[in-house]
């Protein structure tokens, strides 16, 4: 079987004369968490219903597990991708178990296996009551619930953490990291891009309906070429330290005192070589995935 789950190649996306997905190569593989960035109206959600099958591409295609997911005999396919829509939409007067039932029958799925599936999720000690009483959180959590009926193979997941306060968003990524180690895919749109770093082996950027930026956040800071920055705080005057040449040029004031000096990746082993024994705190800042978005944003990069 290939490592591959999803496969868009030149994939386009019309609405008349708006173009939402433009050109778009992009391969999602078994075993990897993909963060899926960009700003409102980027094509993070045109590329989720290409994926899911709920609309055709204009031009290209799209494969799931080596089918199209647009065409009816790809009902098998389908049932391996489980999908949490960024608005939860849910019947407020079902509880939390009917609405599980509901949703498992829909994907031909055992009921018997939702009592699992809702402790998995942390909202077993409110299975039986009404979906119209739960906070955001809860509802979230519900959704992922249904997301994971069935053991898909790939998990499409659109701002799954909103609304979960950070113990739930640690939970949720411990069922992440269990899943990827199963062999499932995972593909995370998201605006929380802080919390993307450490949990996702890609990052692919989109900008306008194009992909503007694909690979590890490593890769992304290469190709943005952002200098990493060191900072460090003294215990005197800088100038009162080192006698002769001035090693401090270059070096700047900082938010608490500190100084920080921008330089390139390769020099740093020589700078840090190079700071006085009374040098402390001493950190490495290289660019935040914040950081890295904004710069694929503007073309920076």
């Known amino acids: 079987m290939s490592a591959e789950t999803v496969q868009l190649l ?40 290409l994926m ?3 609309i055709r591409p204009s031009e290209g295609s799209v494969r799931v597990f080596g089918e199209d997911p647009a065409a009816g005999a790809a009902a098998r396919a389908r049932r391996e991708l489980g999908y949490l829509p960024e ?10 178990a009917e609405t599980l039932a509901f949703y498992a029958r ?8 939702n009592a699992a599936l809702l402790e998995r999720a942390g909202i077993a000690q409110a299975a039986h009551r009404r979906v119209g009483t739960y906070s955001k959180g809860m509802r979230q959590r519900l959704g992922l619930a249904q997301a994971l009926l069935g053991n898909p193979r790939a998990l499409l997941l659109d701002e799954p953490t909103s609304g979960l306060d950070p113990a739930l968003r640690q939970h949720f990524y411990e069922i992440i990291g269990e899943l990827r180690r199963n ?17 996702v082996d890609r990052v ?23 200098r990493p920055r060191i900072r460090l705080h003294l215990p005197m005057a800088p100038r009162a330290v080192v006698n002769g040449a001035d090693p401090w040029a270059g070096w700047a004031a900082a ?12 020099e740093l082993s020589g700078v840090l070589r190079g700071l006085p024994a009374t040098a402390r705190d001493i950190e490495i800042l290289r660019p935040s995935l914040d950081e890295l978005y904004a710069a694929f944003q503007t073309g920076a990069a």
């Open 87 to 96: 608005n939860v939409a849910l019947h407020p007067s079902m509880t939390g």
């Open 10 to 49: 030149g994939v386009s996306r019309r609405y008349g004369h708006q173009v939402a997905v433009n050109a778009v190569d992009l391969t999602l593989r078994a075993g990897e968490c993909i963060g899926l960035v960009g700003h409102n109206g980027a094509g993070k959600s045109t590329l989720m219903k």
């Open 204 to 226: 692919v950027v989109m900008n306008q309906g194009r992909k503007v930026a694909d690979g590890s956040i490593a890769d992304l800071r290469r190709l943005a070429a952002i």
């Open 52 to 54: 899911l099958g709920l």
């Open 106 to 113: 829909l994907k031909r799925q055992p009921v018997a296996a």
């Open 183 to 199: 062999g499932t895919m995972v593909l995370l749109s998201s605006h929380a891009l802080a919390e993307l770093e450490g949990q």
């Open 255 to 266: 938010p608490g005192g500190a100084m920080e000096l921008s330089c390139a990746e390769d």
